[in-house]
């Protein structure tokens, strides 16, 4: 059974730092794309960042780039998601996102993955 389990979540002041973990499980997931979104109360879920399948290559919103981080261990099947420089905005409930067919254009939205944990909460508010 597929499963991805997210942790790290918490409260955290504005301009601090918070490390999200997802591990996944049931199979490997070093060729998927693994991304996180993220989704605040009232709001559609929407795309933070991503690994693009086996590549390396990472991508990200425009408006976490340069605070948020994404990593993976493939070893540990677990990618990560490191946020510095916090703001009230980054508040949510944060989703670990999985697919191993996507292309390149699609990494961004939601719709287009297969696998996704159950969310871990990120409150940045002082």
């Known amino acids: 059974q597929v499963q991805l389990q997210e942790s790290g979540g918490g409260l955290v002041q504005p301009g601090g730092s918070l490390r999200l973990s997802c591990t996944a499980s049931?199979?490997?997931?070093?060729?998927?794309?693994m991304a996180w979104f993220r989704q605040a109360p009232g709001k559609e879920r929407e795309f933070v960042a991503a690994?693009?399948?086996?590549?390396?290559?990472?991508y990200y919103s425009d408006s976490v780039k340069g605070r948020f981080t994404i990593s993976r261990d493939n070893a540990k099947n677990t990618v990560d998601l490191q946020m510095n420089s916090l703001k009230p905005d980054d508040t949510g409930v944060y989703y670990c996102?999985?697919?191993?067919?996507?292309?390149?254009?699609?990494?961004?939205?939601?719709?287009?993955?297969?696998?996704w944990g159950q969310g871990t909460q990120v409150t940045v508010s002082s």
């Open positions: 049931g199979r490997s997931f070093s060729r998927d794309t």
């Open positions: 690994m693009f399948r086996s590549y390396g290559r990472t």
């Open positions: 996102a999985a697919d191993s067919r996507l292309i390149l254009s699609s990494i961004y939205g939601a719709q287009n993955y297969d696998y």
